[in-house]
């Protein structure tokens, strides 16, 4: 089924602590082309709300690597960092409302709890007043469905933990921000790495805490150099080529499933008949895909 571009939002969201390698080339092509074959916006989100992992000039770096591959995007960059007021709103009208709560309990504690997270803190008679901030999750998603991997099911203790959506050292948890973004943004499909298949069920969680229509979801293979190491910047993944950029392409392409392109100077063409051709059938149903 096409939609119309008044119906389908996705988005590409990279963190800048680093430059795009191939794995995130895959992810962005994957949603840039998936978006476009639908008739819909491509929005790109920069989520900037990790200082201490960020590596300056990153931001500026992704665009100007996602401008080369002829990936343009719709409407202005959404900055996380520019969203931290409305972080803080959600999670002090959520303290208010005793939907989340401080926790003091170390990575040491919970390993003894049997490495879920028991909710003690949630249960004090005296609440704390400092130290990290974990929401009431009553709704423990379970499964949910993915178009590309099926039903997806997760561990029932993962799924039922109360979870972190603001860290001890005053960071804004992913979660939260990405799904405070999400609904924000009015994006109606989530295309991305399977790195986040299984998180997935804590994001459609706070969707439904929040009252907010969770978007659907297409979890991508990651790009790994062996069983279950991805491409990372973490492990010191190379930058793609943003001076010639058309070989790179055609290998993000073929490892989606789909045929290469003529290559050409201009990218735009290249763009133009990889949209024209993408077939979202063809891309492996796989979680991860070792590179050869």
């Known amino acids: 089924m096409t939609l119309t571009n008044q119906t389908y939002i996705g988005r590409f969201a990279p963190s800048p602590s680093g430059p795009l390698h191939f794995g995130s080339l895959v992810a962005a092509l994957g949603s840039y082309l998936r978006a476009r074959k639908q008739g819909g916006q491509w929005l790109v989100r920069i989520e900037d709300i990790d200082p201490p992992r960020e590596v300056p000039g990153s931001s500026d770096d992704i665009l100007k690597t996602l401008a080369a591959y002829g990936l343009n995007w719709d ?71 993915d178009l590309q991997m099926g039903q997806v099911s997760v561990d029932a203790g993962f799924a039922a933990e109360d979870f972190i959506i603001k860290r001890s050292d005053g960071l804004y948890a992913y979660q939260l921000a990405v799904v405070m973004d999400d609904a924000y943004q009015g994006i109606t499909e989530v295309v991305r ?38 491409l990372s910047k973490q492990n010191h993944a190379a930058a793609i080529d943003k001076s010639q ?48």
């Open 245 to 292: 950029p058309q070989h790179s392409f055609n290998a993000a392409l073929s490892f989606l499933g789909q045929a290469s392109v003529t290559p050409e100077v201009q990218m735009s063409k290249m763009v133009a008949q990889a949209v024209s051709q993408f077939d979202l059938s063809l891309v492996p149903k796989q979680t991860e895909i070792i590179l050869s």
């Open 193 to 230: 790495g399977s790195d986040l298949l299984v998180p997935t069920c804590r994001q459609i969680g706070l969707f439904k805490i929040f009252n907010q229509t969770a978007p659907t979801w297409l979890h991508l293979p990651l790009v790994c150099t062996t069983p279950g190491m991805k």
């Open 75 to 145: 409407n202005e960059i959404l900055y996380q960092s520019s969203r931290l007021g409305r972080y803080q709103a959600k999670i002090d009208a959520l303290i208010a409302q005793d939907k989340a709560y401080y926790c003091q309990c170390s990575r040491k504690q919970i390993k003894t709890m049997g490495g879920t997270y028991d909710g003690r803190c949630g249960r004090l008679v005296s609440p704390l007043t400092q130290g990290a901030i974990r929401i009431r999750n009553h709704v423990a998603i379970e499964q949910f469905d």
